[in-house]
């Protein structure tokens, strides 16, 4: 009876322990208070309760006596985590720092507050905004001929470079007072999400002006006269922008460019000025080579103290006019079949007057905190966007290419391998597009979330990667033949591009999501972290037994609930919500409180050997990212006002990214260095095992069929794209045979039910005449089955070419 009473007791306080954020004074104090009653009343044996009181005061006197706190537990654990430190860079503290924590913060730290999520406000765009995209980006659209541009002319013809120009495409980010276009970030991104869906080409040349480059480095730390000089003519494609840091030597590591300005007396204008003899060598610089202005990063050395005192200025960012002396520029990359320009760039001594570093000279030396800033922004817009356009067209094109394409006598859709391809399309493409739009919620509330904004340069590229080989799979040979028409097969081919630039994937994953989540996102690791490199000792320890008291009350109540959650499968977790979706806010809880209390004890565990555990970090980012997917899925379902009809996407989505987290939370446990503390996280975060599934092949019937279908349902899904009608376009024509067929089909599904299915052995045309001439269909009928089969086989149809060294057409 007494361990019934025991068990009831602890049961309680946990539970109460997940429920109620309190100090642990407040927890010791009522623990003592219950170990008084409990006896009193005889609920529990007096063996029993001496046993609990020794245990409670060998724990709780050492915490709460100061001294010996202090003695036996504070100094010896700073002292550890003191050594145990691994040394930071300036340049690491910067990325580490740049940037805020949003709806992160909240995943992270074990109980989010979902009202913060379905508070925030949905981006919408302005009228002007609206009217952009309605006229200027969809007529740029319609200029674009993908084939002609990456295949024959290797570049966007000029008129489309002039109309990009005079309609201020590389102003979006530019405010009006400089003659720019002053768009909100939703606004930016749908630009780009539209541009993508009709050629890659295109977007990238629209999105690297207005993404981490001269325009954006000079609104933030430009001084008035760069702004002024410059802002406007980059608005107006006067000046053609890019941005240079990657070299030979330094890819990932690009804090480590080798490339140097020594701080020197120069010519400029006539005079003796202050400035850099500067030599670099850049490689992969998109627009650089029709660039003019050349944003330039490069490590400053000051050896004759012409500055200051110090020799190592670290990394500068300058604007350099390319008609400079000594700049060499104008070769191209080929970065796999795309046609943007890219290519190489470099100088050999050139004079860079102070004038032309960003911010003046007092800005010489922050150019890595410079970028890691702006990255931590921009890297939410350029990439999510071109990924949503990528995701949205191969939902489009594939659900109606499934549709109208038949093998033996049914559309391949209604298969269900196929089904199972299309299904990942549609569901990864809603959580994609839904991530995207909460994202850009943040941005455009003014926060710089910049762990998120890894998340969803990562996941999203990833997703995009997924969708197109899907819908390369179900298009089969149709995708694989380029030429005018293939629709798909440029973006196939320029995957790794988006994978690779703004964080190469496999180090964002592995290294920057979860190691800058670490840091930014708990809420004592970065105060912790300054008290231990804290000059006076005994000052740290002091902030450090503060700090320390806080943490343990919250891994406590973390590993608590993580707990309490795990064993009743989610369902003591609050969910903002009732119906069928409020499950999901249960199970995210759940895991959340789960994830930091991992997070937690391998930081304590691990400590800086954690930075090198990239498989351990890559599955906490894992966990982190896709609890943030499942989050936004339902935040969009909410925005929406729960239509029905995407339910199945929003079940798939939800169940995908939970499966997700908990695999990458099990991967963790069961790859834990440390064996014993593998079993104890096992047993606080998975006591019942892994319960949760991935989604129903019923839920991917549902949503393969719905990407079929004419429905709301998809039109909202794939909404922001370029869809023309002009049935001599590819993609207007595969529009057009999808309405023909739809139609066609109620023609055929009487015919059939009456026994009259088309057989090849006839000529088609043949077997519509005799149709008609038995009255089994009118005239306008077989006009319509004629004209349906006749533009769903010039849709089927791939180009082919004289025979010969190169296809040219
Ligand atoms: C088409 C294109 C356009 C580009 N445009 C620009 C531009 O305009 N301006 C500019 O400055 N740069 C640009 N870049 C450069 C781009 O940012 C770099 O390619 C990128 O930073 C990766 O560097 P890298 O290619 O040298 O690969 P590497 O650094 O050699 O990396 C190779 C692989 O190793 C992984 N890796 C490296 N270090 C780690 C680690 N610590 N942990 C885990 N994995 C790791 C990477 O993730 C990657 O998968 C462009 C590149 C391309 C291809």
Not at 246 to 258: H, L, V
Not at 431 to 457: F, H, N, Y
Not at 680 to 685: C, D, F, N, Q
């Amino acid at each position: 009876m007494q361990w019934l009473v025991l068990s009831l007791f602890l049961l309680v306080l946990l539970a109460l322990i997940t429920r109620v954020r309190a100090p642990l004074m407040n927890w010791s104090i009522g623990i003592a208070i219950a170990l008084f009653i409990l006896p009193a009343v005889g609920w529990i044996g007096s063996g029993l309760a001496i046993a609990l009181w020794v245990l409670f005061l060998l724990i709780m006197v050492p915490l709460h006596v100061e001294d010996l706190r202090i003695n036996w537990l504070t100094t010896p654990l700073f002292k550890h985590m003191k050594k145990s430190l691994p040394p930071m860079s300036e340049t690491e503290r910067s990325a580490m720092e740049a940037g805020n924590v949003w709806w992160d913060a909240e995943l992270f730290q074990g109980d989010p507050d979902w009202k913060e999520l379905l508070d925030t406000p949905k981006s919408e765009l302005t009228d002007e905004e609206e009217a952009f995209l309605n006229g200027p980006v969809e007529e740029l659209c319609g200029m674009l001929d993908d084939w002609d541009i990456t295949h024959k002319r290797n570049d966007l013809p000029p008129e489309v470079w002039r109309y990009i120009k005079a309609n201020k495409f590389f102003g979006m980010i530019i405010p009006k007072a400089y003659g720019g276009l002053e768009f909100s970030a939703y606004a930016h991104s749908q630009v780009i999400q539209k541009i993508s869906s009709r050629s890659t080409t295109a977007a990238v040349t629209v999105m690297v002006p207005n993404s981490l480059g001269p325009a954006e480095l000079l609104l933030s730390y430009g001084t008035d006269a760069q702004k002024d000089l410059y802002l406007p003519r980059l608005a107006t494609g006067e000046e053609v922008p890019c941005f240079a840091l990657t070299g030979p030597e330094a890819g990932s590591d690009a804090g480590a460019i080798p490339d140097r300005g020594i701080v020197c007396k120069g010519e400029f204008n006539g005079k003796k000025v202050l400035g850099f003899r500067t030599s670099w060598e850049k490689r992969y610089i998109t627009l650089g080579p029709v660039a003019t202005t050349l944003g330039l990063a490069f490590h400053a050395y000051d050896p004759d103290h012409l500055l200051g005192d110090h020799d190592d200025l670290g990394i500068t960012c300058a604007l350099v006019p390319t008609d400079t002396k000594g700049v060499k520029i104008g070769r191209r990359h080929n970065p796999l079949d795309s046609a943007f320009q890219n290519g190489p760039n470099s100088g050999k001594n050139v004079f860079i007057p102070m004038e032309w570093i960003i911010g003046g000279q007092e800005q010489v030396g922050s150019g890595w905190r410079m970028l890691v800033e702006r990255l931590a922004v921009g890297r939410g817009i350029s990439l999510p966007s071109l990924s949503c356009g990528g995701a949205k067209l191969c939902s489009y094109t594939t659900g109606t290419y499934a549709r109208i394409r038949k093998q033996f006598h049914l559309p391949i859709g209604k298969f269900e391998g196929v089904e199972e391809a299309m299904a990942r399309i549609g569901g990864l493409t809603y959580m994609m597009d839904a991530s995207r739009t909460l994202t850009l919620a943040a941005l455009d509330q003014g926060e710089k979330p910049s762990v998120l904004t890894a998340i969803v340069k990562y996941y999203l590229t990833e997703g995009m990667r997924q969708a197109v080989n899907d819908a390369m799979d179900v298009h089969g040979g149709r995708g694989i033949c380029l030429g005018p028409s293939n629709y798909l097969g440029r973006a196939y081919q320029t995957i790794p591009v988006g994978i690779t630039v703004e964080g190469a994937n496999i180090l964002t994953r592995t290294l920057i999501i979860f190691g800058q989540g670490a840091m930014r996102c708990h809420p004592f690791v970065m105060a912790e972290m300054e008290a231990l490199n804290s000059e006076d000792e005994d000052e740290g320890i002091r902030v450090f037994d503060g700090l320390l008291m806080n943490h343990l009350a919250y891994v406590t109540a973390n590993a608590a609930r993580s707990f309490v959650y795990a064993i009743t499968l989610g369902r003591f977790a609050s969910s903002p919500v009732t119906g069928e979706v409020a499950n999901y806010y249960r199970q995210l809880a759940r895991f959340s409180a789960a994830f930091a209390t991992m997070a937690d004890i391998s930081l304590l565990v691990l400590g800086g050997a954690l930075k090198r555990k990239e498989k351990l970090s890559g599955r906490f980012a894992d966990a982190l990212g896709y609890m943030y997917l499942c989050s936004a899925t339902l935040k969009r379902f909410e925005d929406d006002d729960r239509p029905a009809s995407d339910l199945p996407m929003v079940h798939w989505s939800c169940q995908f990214a939970l499966y997700q987290v908990q695999e990458a939370l099990f991967g963790i446990v069961r790859n834990y260095p440390v064996k014993l503390i593998g079993w104890k996280l096992l047993a606080l975060g998975f006591p019942l095992g892994r319960r949760l599934h991935l989604p129903s092949d019923r839920l991917g019937h549902q949503i393969s069929t719905m990407l079929m279908e004419d429905s709301e349902a998809r039109s909202r899904l794939i909404n922001g794209i370029y869809l023309p009608d002009d049935p001599d376009d590819i993609t207007g024509r595969l529009g057009h045979a999808f309405e023909l067929t739809l139609k066609a089909d109620e023609v055929e599904k009487r015919l059939r039910s009456s026994g009259h299915v088309y057989e090849p052995s006839e000529d088609y045309n043949s077997w519509l005449r005799r149709l008609q001439e038995e009255s089994l269909i009118s005239r306008e009928e077989k006009t319509l089955m004629e004209e349906s089969y006749k533009t769903v086989y010039s849709v089927v149809m791939v180009d082919d070419f004289p025979a010969g060294k190169r296809a040219v057409k």
